[in-house]
């Protein structure tokens, strides 16, 4: 399967994406996981984000296509995928659409996860990263409705789009996500 989670900060897209690629044999790739790692490790990609990401903004379209193109072409999302936090803007989104049918996979479907905000701050706050901090999740979650939901309505007009009540336990959650997929 070749799947997308989609959601805002703090809805379990991290929790989720690596249960079902656990279950499915699907590679997880979770964008954020990718620069948090740069950012560690100190190379020059991760000295780029390093500022944008503890303040909660987005990293540019180029940088996040970049890495999308690399994993895409290595063969290592060959047999599936779920990606986690891309695409986050429109033009992501139309990149990611071009770099699928040049490199000739399916078309993806949508796992959209709905949480409510007050449940949403609670979570973040309990995870304790460096971004989570009360003033970055705000920030975050404007970015969130301002650039990224409109993602959303670009796959509700051309891809299969799952909605998931994501308030719950992780559990529930994950049953809920996987009836999706089977019904389908
Ligand atoms: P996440 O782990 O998905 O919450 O991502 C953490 C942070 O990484 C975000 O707040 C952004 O700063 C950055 N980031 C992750 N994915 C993207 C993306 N697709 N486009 C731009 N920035 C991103």
Redesign the pocket.
């Known amino acids: 399967m070749y799947l997308l989670i989609f959601g805002p900060?703090g809805a379990g897209?991290?929790t989720q994406s690596l249960l079902i690629a656990g279950r499915l044999g699907i590679k997880h790739l979770?964008?954020?996981?990718v620069?948090?790692k740069a950012v560690e490790d100190e190379t020059e990609l991760g000295k780029k984000?390093k500022e944008?990401?503890e303040s909660?903004?987005?990293?540019s379209d180029e940088i996040?296509v970049g890495i999308i193109y690399d994993a895409l072409k290595n063969g290592e999302m060959k047999n599936g995928f779920i990606l986690?936090?891309?695409?986050?803007?429109l033009k992501?989104a139309a990149a990611l659409d071009v770099l699928l049918s040049e490199l000739g996979f399916p078309p993806v479907k949508v796992i959209n996860i709905h949480v409510d905000e007050d449940e949403l701050v609670k979570r973040m706050l309990g995870r304790g990263r460096k971004?989570d901090t009360e003033d970055t999740i705000k920030h975050?979650l404007k970015v969130y409705r301002e650039q990224t939901m409109p993602v959303n309505s670009h796959y509700l007009k051309k891809s299969i789009v799952f909605n998931i009540e994501g308030n719950g336990t992780i559990e529930e959650i994950n049953d809920r996500i996987l009836k999706m997929l089977k019904s389908c």
Do not use: C, H, N, Y
Request: positive net charge; hydrophobic residues 30%.
């Open positions: 900060p897209k991290g979770s964008t954020g996981e620069l948090r984000a944008i990401i909660g903004s987005l990293v996040m986690d936090g891309f695409p986050r803007t992501q971004d975050r």
